[in-house]
């Protein structure tokens, strides 16, 4: 039996913007974060990494704050 816990998520969390290069034209791009997480702000599950828009991954935070029931804390900005 394994010991290890998964961490219980206490809040969705929405960062960013950091720059990553785009492959193909090689120009810096805005890319965003969202994420459930535990008390302690780590991830507790899959790390959504968005290139699209802001409004994109505000629209994600917004829906998987709604669907788990959890508080959304936002540390983004727009680029």
């Given at each position: ?19 990553d290069v785009d492959r193909v034209s ?17 991830p507790a599950g899959k790390v959504y ?31």
């Open positions: 039996m394994s010991t290890t816990q998964k961490p219980k998520a206490t809040q969705i969390r929405f960062e960013g913007p950091d720059a090689g120009d810096e791009i805005p890319q965003w974060y969202v994420y459930a997480a535990d008390a302690d702000r780590e990494t968005v290139r699209k828009s802001f409004a994109f991954a505000a629209a994600l935070a917004g829906r998987m704050a709604d669907e788990r029931n959890l508080p959304l804390e936002i540390e983004a900005q727009p680029a």
